[in-house]
């Protein structure tokens, strides 16, 4: 039941930063883009993501050397 919440959280969260995961951490509170990530994968949420990735969603963003 936690875990149903959780989900259900996290991809409004997603959904509402436009699939930000930058955004999205700051919004729950996590560490950063890694912590979502984590989430994802605890959650089972990878399909939505790579589905959101495929259907340009996601933007590439610059990657901080």
Do not use: F
């Not at 149903?4 to 969260?13: M, S, T």
Request: charged fraction near 25%; aromatic fraction near 4%; charge should be positive.
């Amino acid at each position: 039941v936690a875990a149903v919440a959780q989900r259900k959280r996290l991809l409004k969260a997603l959904r509402a930063a436009k699939w930000n995961l930058g955004h999205t951490a700051v919004a729950l509170r996590l560490s950063g883009a890694p912590a979502v990530i984590q989430y994802l994968k605890r959650l089972g949420l990878t399909a939505e993501y790579d589905a959101a990735k495929a259907d340009g969603r996601i933007k590439p963003g610059a990657r901080k050397a």
